[in-house]
Nanobody, 127 residues
Framework: QGQLVESGGGLVQAGGSLRLSCSAP????????IGWFRQAPGNEREFVAA????????VYGDSVKGRFTILRDNRKNTVYLQMNNPEPEDTAVYFC????????????????????WGQGTQVTVSS
């Protein structure tokens, strides 16, 4: 596995929308579950969402259920996080990562299960 790369962050108004992208330059990650996490200053890294290697299974953190959608396009080697109706509390650095174990998915994830972390992309939601 190599390092993943996030993009698409920026400033968005509450109630708007933003789409983050996660790609894997130089290697394909279609055998790995991909997760999004976020970290605000002074807080621990928080699970946001994950999508299984096939795209057939998704899991969301309670704070984003019904507002965010994770999906993947393995032809483009990219995973997206569609953020609808963001709130100021969603302000954080967003990271994507690949589950260390291939061909595996579950209904509960923690950061320690993931590797190949990207550098993160800042999302700021204004009220």
């Amino acid at each position: 596995q190599g390092q993943l790369v996030e993009s698409g962050g920026g400033l968005v108004q509450a109630g708007g929308s933003l789409r983050l992208s996660c790609s894997a330059p130089g290697y394909t990650f279609d055998t790995y579950t991909i997760g999004w996490f976020r970290q605000a200053p002074g807080n621990e890294r928080e699970f946001v969402a994950a999508v299984s290697w096939s795209g057939g299974s998704t899991v969301y953190g309670d704070s984003v259920k019904g507002r965010f959608t994770i999906l993947r396009d393995n032809r483009k080697n990219t995973v997206y996080l569609q953020m609808n109706n963001p709130e100021p509390e969603d302000t954080a650095v967003y990271f994507c990562a690949a589950l260390k174990r291939p061909y595996y998915s579950t209904n509960s994830y923690i950061a320690a299960d993931f590797g190949s972390w990207g550098q993160g992309t800042q999302v700021t939601v204004s009220s």
